[in-house]
């Protein structure tokens, strides 16, 4: 069965570097996301894309956020100037649907020192 | 508006008895509801959906979901709880029209299961 799969599984920055990460959908699904979850608490949204653009997004995903689809696999969330709490695991996800289940990667946790 | 409350932050149940995990939703749409399963470590896995079909839905490893609009519930149910259930569950709402959708999880219920 063909699934999300999330690079790297584990990564570790030094506050205010750059960091981005990278998700490769399921190759026909059109709707992608991304989430975060920090330690303990529960998971957030934080923007979907769809037709090559945002089309929601939470408060959480300021300018430090972005979203790209560099070519017709990947799709990437960069963060500009990490800061401490930006520390969680992200969950990238797609969808072959607005409405259909959304397939989950298994994550990458993200670790700011 | 859209919002989902899984009534139960934990739950324990016996090995071999029945599980019931609770959701309410409220929403402007009308929504699509999911349940997801997280296993320690593990990304999320989808265990079952409602998109406006039969209100009973089944899903995978026994467990299903009946969606009552009357009551905005869409609580998640197993007859008889297997060691390998233990894991946490979200309640997913979905809801919105074309490329639009606004997607709220719930808070998750945690799944002890005792031998």
């Known amino acids: 069965e063909p699934e999300v799969t999330q690079t790297p599984s584990h990564q570790v920055t030094q506050m205010g570097q750059e960091v981005i990460l990278r998700c490769v959908p399921i190759?026909?699904?059109?709707?992608f996301y991304w989430y975060r979850q920090i330690l303990g608490q529960k998971v957030e949204f934080l923007v979907s894309?769809?037709?090559?653009?945002?089309?929601?997004k939470s408060e959480i995903f300021d300018d430090q956020f972005s979203v790209e689809r560099p070519d017709g696999s990947n799709f990437t969330l960069k963060i500009r100037s990490t800061k401490l709490e930006d520390s969680a695991m992200y969950f990238c996800?797609?969808?072959?649907?607005?409405?259909?289940?959304?397939?989950f990667g298994d994550g990458t946790r993200l670790s700011i020192l | 508006a859209q919002s989902v409350t899984q009534l139960d932050s934990h739950v324990s149940v016996s090995e071999g008895t029945p599980v019931l995990l609770r959701c309410n939703y409220s929403?402007?749409?009308?929504?699509?509801l999911f349940w997801y399963v997280q296993h320690p470590n593990k990304g999320l896995q989808l265990l079952l959906k409602?998109?406006?079909?039969?209100?009973l839905v089944k899903g995978i490893n026994g467990f299903e979901a009946e969606f009552k609009k009357s009551e905005t519930s869409f609580h998640l149910t197993k007859p008889s709880a297997h060691m390998s259930d233990a894991a946490e569950y979200f309640c997913?709402?979905?809801?919105?029209?074309?490329?639009?959708?606004?997607?709220?999880f719930g808070t998750g219920t945690k799944l002890q299961v005792i031998p």
């Open positions: 929403s402007s749409y009308s929504p699509s």
């Open positions: 996800a797609s969808g072959s649907g607005s409405n259909q289940p959304q397939h």
């Open positions: 894309f769809y037709n090559n653009e945002i089309s929601e």
């Open positions: 409602y998109t406006s079909a039969a209100t």
């Open positions: 997913v709402v979905s809801g919105g029209w074309g490329g639009y959708q606004k997607v709220t």
């Open positions: 190759s026909n699904h059109l709707y």
